[in-house]
T-cell receptor
């Protein structure tokens, strides 16, 4: 069964508007972590934001915020005031513990295009 | 200088050839990983190593092998490359003291094409 689901292969948004990238996850662990990474066209993977399963507040990092809804098992990324440089692939990932090891697994990604 | 360095950045090879991708890090992390990225599939874990003597298979290890030569070095080998191993390969490290927030630090990736 897929652990991390990103249902939007592609999204576009007008510059300066906000956009939400969806992510749902599946785990039976009580303690887990959720991450978002950005991959621009240059290819590198850039860490954006992290949310712990026990964190009561939604994580925020500058223009990025994570809309964490634990009961729904969703961890959507919200980008406010989109900029042209936000055009990239975005990956949701979850850290879970299986077989005694703590591993990060990724969703398929969402490609975001910011239009001027 | 990059904290996680992958070499080469790009490689084109032929079916049946043996290929080694190398990764070195200056972050001092014990944990190292190899992932491959394919369009529409995200990043999938090939192998991971939590210290020099601890190496484990990930979800797609068939056709690959690894060697952890030192804390700072983790290489990935394709013993006999095949075209469906054409992908972008990432090496990554992590620091276990982060707990559930243990995040990955990635190299710049190696684009491998198998003809």
């Amino acid at each position: 069964a897929q652990k991390i689901t990103q249902t939007q292969p592609g999204m576009f948004v007008q510059e300066k508007e906000a956009v939400t990238l969806d992510c749902t996850y599946d785990t039976s662990d009580q303690s887990y972590g959720l991450f978002w990474y950005k991959q621009p066209s240059s290819g590198e993977m850039i860490f954006l934001i992290y949310q712990g399963s026990y964190d009561e507040q939604n994580a925020t990092e500058g223009r990025y915020s994570l809309n964490f809804q634990k009961a729904r098992k969703s961890a959507n990324l919200v980008i406010s005031a989109s900029q042209l440089g936000d055009s990239a692939m975005y990956f949701c990932a979850m850290r879970e513990r299986t077989g005694g090891y703590n591993k990060l697994i990724f969703g398929a990604g969402t490609r975001l295009a910011v239009h001027p | 200088d990059a904290d996680v360095t992958q070499t080469p950045r790009n490689r084109i090879t032929k079916t049946g050839k043996r290929i080694m991708l190398e990764c070195s890090q200056t972050k001092g992390h014990d944990r190292m990983y190899w992932y491959r990225q394919d369009p529409g599939l995200g990043l999938r874990l090939i192998y991971y190593s939590f210290d020099v003597k601890d190496i484990n298979k990930g979800e797609i290890s068939d056709g690959y092998s690894v060697s952890r030569q030192a804390q700072a070095k983790f290489s990935l080998s394709l013993e006999s490359a095949i075209p469906n191993q054409t992908a972008l390969y990432f090496c990554a490290t992590s620091d276990p003291t982060g707990g559930a927030g243990e995040k990955l630090f990635f190299g710049s990736g190696t684009q491998l094409s198998v003809l």
